[in-house]
């Protein structure tokens, strides 16, 4: 079994930047790669970023440029780095494998962006 735990979200004004982290505890061995996920109030939940177990990474068009996942294996942790935020990236942010196993999903971690 897995568990993530995502945290470092919160509020902060357009244009500013935040750093998610995830980490990951229990049969990480089963993790061969990683996403970040929003769910913004009405919406779907979205992948936005994923990083596979060979280092390469993709984004949604929405946050290239400003968005970036990586990771640190010592620490069994991904991270999100995000700058230049604007209010539509408010959301709950959240970790999972890129096919999401439902077992997998935490409590997500707010991010607010204020205009």
């Known amino acids: 079994q897995v568990q993530l735990v995502e945290s470092g979200g919160g509020l902060v004004q357009a244009g500013g930047s935040l750093r998610l982290s995830c980490a990951a505890s229990?049969?990480?061995?089963?993790?061969?790669?990683m996403g970040w996920y929003r769910q913004a109030p009405g919406k779907q939940r979205e992948l936005v970023a994923v990083?596979?177990?060979?280092?390469?990474?993709n984004y949604t068009d929405s946050v290239k440029g400003r968005f970036t996942i990586s990771r640190d294996n010592s620490k069994n942790t991904w991270y999100l780095q995000m700058n230049s935020l604007k209010p539509e990236d408010t959301a709950v942010y959240y970790c999972?494998?890129?096919?999401?196993?439902?077992?997998?999903w935490g409590q997500g971690t707010q991010v607010t962006v204020s205009s």
């Open positions: 999972n494998t890129p096919v999401p196993w439902d077992d997998f």
């Open positions: 229990g049969a990480i061995f089963s993790i061969s790669a």
């Open positions: 990083m596979t177990s060979g280092g390469a990474t």
